[in-house]
């Protein structure tokens, strides 16, 4: 035995598993529009209602993450994060 580990062919065999793995995985799984375009109209109407309610969560932050950006631009200690505050002395 001489001690000596295959490195090329491990390595070798490694990337063909990994690449043999990748090309399975993207001629099975369906893209999101397939997956969509499959689903029964009213899993549909239940995925576009929640898609809208996600967008209008996400909107709403925006809008208060501008407003309080706006807000904060007049008081500039107002613009520092809590923790940057010193904390206040000990008796």
């Known amino acids: ?5 295959p490195w090329v062919r491990f ?8 690449g043999m793995g990748y090309a399975i995985m993207k001629a099975t799984v369906p ?7 499959r689903m ?3 899993l549909r109407r239940k995925v576009d209602a929640t898609r809208a309610a996600r967008l209008s969560r ?3 932050m ?6 309080q950006t706006q807000s904060n ?10 923790w940057a505050n010193t904390p206040p002395p000990s008796k």
């Not at 035995?1 to 580990?5: L, P, Q, Y």
């Not at 893209?31 to 375009?37: A, F, G």
């Open 1 to 5: 035995m001489s001690g000596n580990f």
């Open 11 to 18: 390595t070798g065999a490694a990337i063909g598993l990994m």
């Open 31 to 37: 893209t999101d529009e397939e997956l969509y375009n």
């Open 40 to 42: 029964a109209p009213d």
């Open 58 to 60: 996400e909107a709403e």
């Open 62 to 67: 925006h809008r208060r993450a501008t407003a």
């Open 73 to 82: 631009a007049s008081e500039p200690d107002e613009a520092k994060p809590v």
